[in-house]
């Protein structure tokens, strides 16, 4: 499976203020997916970000609070924006499987904490 | 219903019993299941993965799927402390490319 790295791994923000996170893969995949897992829950798709293209964003998440980029085929940024303690969560960046279809590899995440 | 539900559990299973976990599902997933164990702090790491009826066996892990009742599990042989964590199960959405589904996960807890 690829190598999937993010950074940052942990963060504290302030209210209000914005962070990108940054996913890295070791090898070229046309589909990325951003997860949010809240505390206890389970994981929840933000976007499909596929290179070229807009990213296809999931109900409940929009363009303008999560911010996508996917210049190439080995990464991608998520933005939170304008950040609440809400948003205090585990954001996960995930690949398609080579050649295994629907199987998604995580990355090992960014643990965000806002205050 | 939601599409994959668990039983949150904790499951508490003694040190070398067999863990027995299960997940249901509804007909807005296509039928290929993931089985993803996720430890506390850590990102989930695919562990099994089943697409036919019957079971499937990886080393002391048993994935079984059930098409007519809508049923997979997962068996964990020989149970470690090593193997308490979150067990979360994964099916793709129907005619909504790649993209997953998860259930709340199940959390197994192996006493010594």
């Known amino acids: 499976s690829a190598v999937i790295s993010q950074k940052p791994s942990r963060d504290i923000c302030q209210r209000g203020t914005s962070l990108t996170i940054q996913c890295q893969v070791d090898?070229?995949?046309?589909?990325m997916f951003w997860y949010r897992q809240q505390p206890g829950q389970s994981l929840t798709l933000i976007a499909t970000a596929n290179q070229g293209s807009e990213a296809t964003y999931e109900s409940g998440f929009v363009i303008d609070k999560f911010p996508i980029s996917r210049p190439n085929l080995t990464f991608s940024t998520l933005t939170v924006s304008n950040m609440s303690p809400e948003d205090s969560s585990i954001y996960l960046c995930?690949?398609?499987?080579?050649?295994?279809?629907?199987?998604?590899?995580f990355g090992p995440g960014t643990r965000l904490t806002v205050l | 219903q939601k599409e994959v539900e668990q039983n949150s559990g904790p499951l508490s299973v003694p040190e070398g019993a067999i863990a027995s976990l299960n997940c249901t599902y509804s007909d807005r997933v296509s039928q290929s299941f993931f089985w993803y164990r996720q430890y506390s702090g850590k990102s989930p790491e695919l562990i099994m993965s089943i697409y036919s009826n019957g079971d499937k066996e990886d080393g002391r892990f048993t994935a079984q799927l059930n098409k007519a009742s809508q049923y997979v599990s997962l068996l964990i042989r020989d149970s470690q402390p090593s193997d308490s964590a979150t067990y979360l199960c994964?099916?793709?959405?129907?005619?909504?490319?790649?993209?997953?589904?998860f259930g709340g996960g199940t959390r197994v807890l192996v006493k010594p």
């Open positions: 994964a099916a793709p959405i129907k005619a909504a490319g790649n993209k997953l589904t």
């Open positions: 995930s690949v398609e499987g080579q050649g295994i279809t629907d199987t998604q590899y």
């Open positions: 090898s070229q995949v046309t589909m």
